[in-house]
């Protein structure tokens, strides 16, 4: 594809495809709905066209959800579908980061504890 949509842009149509079969909506008729025409539908599911931030409000509206709703992320950054795999990293991701905040917390803890001895010590 000469104009390749970006991993952002192929979360929001694949979030409204997906909203709009679920809902049981046909292209046609969100088309009505938000003031396009269905080939317009057609051709962005097939990331052909790329709606503009406007036209997302308005589909939005259509489809009765929420703006943001349409942003959620279902792809990784190269365009594959999330699957187990990335879960998989998410949670060693998580429990790495977790580890770090847990040593941060020890070293803060005890160096606290070294200057709060001395402070009282003062008093």
Do not use: W
């Amino acid at each position: 594809m000469e104009n390749e949509p970006s991993h952002l842009e192929k979360t929001v149509i694949d979030n409204i495809r997906k909203i709009r079969q679920e809902k049981g909506i046909s292209q046609l008729r969100l088309s009505i709905f938000c003031g396009t025409s269905a080939s317009y539908i057609g051709l962005m599911e097939t990331y052909k066209n790329i709606p503009k931030l406007s036209t997302i409000e308005r589909i939005a509206e259509a489809l009765d959800v929420p703006v943001l709703e349409l942003f959620k992320g279902q792809y990784d950054k190269k365009g594959n579908k999330e699957g187990a795999d990335v879960s998989e990293k998410e949670r060693q991701e998580d429990a790495r980061k977790q580890k770090i905040r847990e040593q941060l917390k020890s070293e803060l803890l005890s160096r606290m504890g070294k200057n709060l001895d001395d402070v009282l010590q003062m008093i």
